[in-house]
């Protein structure tokens, strides 16, 4: 096995990261936020994805990071304007580097050529041939120092603010990140005049330099009227990596007499681009400026996983004592019951803990959608501006992992179908851009992430129109515009009049649905003509643990997901309504609403009638609600998920299972699930008989 493999894995996890840091400095400066920080992170990133591709022999990928680090560094020192078609080309190049990762990362270059075109307006930017990186990619095979020449006059100047003398010593780990005290020193001559002086006392005899060491340290003079802490970011970025003293001294007058022979410039002897190849990546210890900063570690998620499945069995252990204390009368404020109820506090505490470290924020997926969204906009020919809001917004890393399709057919759609064509737009008093808009937020022991845009809306006669000449509905169906909004999720509904590599083919949003159900969530539309359309996706914070309302329905125990219960209510005989065969419609405040008989429908023996039991009012997903009725409502309480599917199969209308306090095993109900299994027993064209006007 290559001794280097696991630490590729660890550089393009950081790989990861970095694109993602450098998407989102770019978005900035497309949107004119930008500032020198936000310039200076974009540049570190691609400079940090360079050095250690260097390290690994990555060449596609370090020439072409050459080429794209030299337009950022001329951005960042102001010779060059961050208009909108240099923005342009930047994040063409921000695609193509994250194509560079991508190419390397699977072990296969890039097609040769792919990246020509992208080289060459970075180097129309940058002033410099295309083939720059490749010219520069040769001193990357070896030490090839360059003698830097700094020339300072003769002519006296006035007395400067502050003389700063600076002791530069370079750690190999600095050379291996592929920084250069060349560009740190031309930095610094930025802010005034320097005088470098080269340390060579350290460097052996030619046949015992190792090209992975550092030999040389500087001296450097800096005469500027800056403050310390303008001198102090110069060296920011490698302040870990080397032995750096920056002092004040007091400046002396300057002397008439100098000597003939004195040298009036130093020979700096730093490399153009320094040696980055390592025989292996070593761990530098942070700079003890970041010691304040926030600080992480990696864990692999089986790991995580299995440290979620042991604290999801103490919370069952933990309910299983609390059952027997009770079967024994012991008093709850008895001190066993005092301890009990302490540690029943604790693990609710412990269990949050632990899934806090599963999630994570949902940036890392809602920062791929601006690429799409740029491609879609050039697919097409509109204008699109996407608005992300919530991006912070924290999500079990399970359902983050399972976002990104849903989320790319939602923008699609919202594109293609959804925003108007620039002239459309304006002929309808809209500005020529549209708008999409991506957010999250928590919101009810939920995460709710809605996709909505300015454009069209639905055109409901269409869809109508779509779907009976497909056959998913007949003629003559009355249907109210959310289920006409609906009917867009069927398996093979498109309203495209032809098929394109965007849409067409009738997938994308059955795959929307299909994933989201999945996960245990939602999915809502809202939809006004003329105005734009927002879809809502309502999906649980975690798939490990569930807040649930556990009920009896006869000889068994089954619990159903807080997050889709409406209310709970006693019906009254006079408002259970009978429908055709063997069913009923509850009058609940003058809106009628199908009755289910859960044991009936569940083949749970002993349960009571309607009029006997308890009515829970649920919301299903897109297709309003339905009253189930239940024996008996036992309890709230938080419970562990155990799946069906990886040990069983899907069973319709159950979502998985729990084990309860007295041990014994609890029916988690999927309500969707259930109104599917209703859905043919109650049309909907029945039920709007039974819909009072004005509801």
Not at 11 to 39: P, R, S
Not at 70 to 89: F, H, I, M, Q, W
Not at 152 to 170: G, H, L, M, N, Q
Not at 606 to 632: C, K, N, P, Y
Request: hydrophobic share 40%; charged share 25%.
């Amino acid at each position: 096995m290559d001794p280097m493999e696991s630490i590729k894995q660890t550089f393009f996890q950081e790989c990861d990261e970095l694109l993602l840091a450098m998407e989102e400095g770019l978005i900035a400066i497309e949107n004119g936020e930008a500032d020198d920080e936000i310039i200076n992170a974009v540049f570190r990133a691609v400079h940090s994805i360079k050095g250690g591709g260097g390290a690994f022999g990555f060449e596609d990928l370090v020439a072409f990071a050459h080429v794209f680090e030299t337009v950022l560094d001329n951005l960042r020192s102001g010779k060059l304007k961050a208009g909108e078609e240099a923005v342009k080309v930047l994040l063409r190049a921000g695609d193509m580097l994250a194509d560079h990762v991508a190419a390397a990362r699977g072990g296969q270059p890039l097609p040769q050529g792919q990246d020509d075109d992208v080289k060459s307006e970075l180097g129309a930017l940058s002033g410099e041939p295309a083939g720059h990186g490749e010219e520069a990619l040769a001193d990357f095979e070896g030490l090839a120092f360059t003698p830097m020449r700094i020339e300072v006059s003769d002519t006296p100047v006035e007395t400067p603010a502050k003389i700063w003398r600076i002791a530069f010593a370079p750690h190999a780990a600095l050379y291996a990140k592929a920084n250069e005290p060349y560009l740190l020193m031309r930095e610094l001559a930025t802010l005034g005049k320097v005088e470098v002086v080269c340390d060579l006392s350290k460097l052996p005899a030619l046949d015992l330099v190792e090209t992975d060491q550092a030999y040389f340290a500087w001296t450097i003079t800096l005469e500027t009227d800056v403050a310390r802490e303008k001198v102090e970011e110069v060296f920011e970025f490698v302040a870990g990596d080397c032995e750096l003293e920056i002092a004040l001294v007091e400046p002396t007058p300057p002397t008439v007499e100098s000597s003939a022979g004195q040298e009036t410039h130093a020979m700096a002897c730093a490399a153009d681009n320094a040696p980055i190849r390592a025989a292996e990546k070593k761990e530098v210890p942070p700079a003890a400026s970041d010691s304040a900063a926030k600080q992480t570690i990696r864990v692999d998620l089986d790991k995580v996983d299995r440290l979620v499945n042991l604290v999801g069995e103490l919370v069952i252990t933990q309910a299983m004592l609390s059952q027997r204390v009770l079967e024994c009368d012991i008093p709850r404020t008895s001190s066993i019951g005092n301890g009990l109820a302490e540690l029943e506090h604790l693990m609710r505490d412990l269990q949050e803990s632990v899934m806090a470290i599963r999630t994570q924020p949902v940036k890392s997926i809602f920062q791929r959608m601006p690429r799409l969204v740029r491609e879609l906009a050039a697919q097409t020919n509109k204008k699109v501006r996407l608005v992300i809001e919530g991006e912070a917004t924290e999500v079990d890393k399970t359902v983050i992992e399972r976002l990104g399709e849903p989320l790319t057919h939602m923008i699609r759609n919202a594109i293609d179908h959804g925003l108007e064509t620039p002239e459309e737009r304006v002929a309808a008093g809209k500005p020529e851009e549209g708008t999409v808009t991506l957010s999250a937020e928590h919101r009810g022991g939920r995460i709710v992430i809605e996709v909505s845009d300015d454009g069209r809306g639905i055109n409901r006669p269409r869809v109508r129109e779509k779907a009976v000449e497909r056959g998913i509905i007949s003629a003559g169906a009355n249907l109210s515009d959310e289920e006409i909004d609906n009917l867009i999720f069927m398996p093979g509904f498109s309203t495209a009049s032809q098929v394109s590599n965007i849409s067409g083919r009738g997938v994308g949003m059955d795959v929307v649905r299909r994933n989201i159900v999945d996960l245990g969530g939602r999915i809502v539309i809202g939809s006004a003509p003329k105005q734009g359309s927002r879809f809502s996706l309502t999906l649980p914070l975690t798939l490990a643990v569930l807040d649930g309302m556990v009920v009896a329905v006869g000889d068994q125990t089954f619990v159903l997901p807080l997050a889709h219960i409406v209310e709970s209510l006693k019906p009254r005989q006079k408002d259970i309504h009978p429908f055709g065969r063997g069913r009923n419609l509850l009058n609940v405040r003058n809106s009628y609403v199908p009755l289910v008989n859960t044991g009936a429908l569940l083949g749970a023996n002993g349960a009571v009638d309607a009029a006997s039991g308890v009515v829970i009012l649920v919301e299903s997903q897109g297709t309003g609600r339905l009253a189930l009725a239940v024996d008996a409502i036992l309890g709230q309480r938080q419970v562990v998920i155990k799946g069906f599917e990886s040990n069983y199969q899907r069973i319709d209308g159950i979502a998985a299972a729990t084990i309860l306090g007295n041990g014994r095993v609890a029916l988690i109900l999927d309500v969707d699930g259930l109104v599917s299994r209703c859905r043919g027993e109650l049309s909907a064209a029945e039920l709007s008989e039974f819909r009072p006007t004005g509801t």
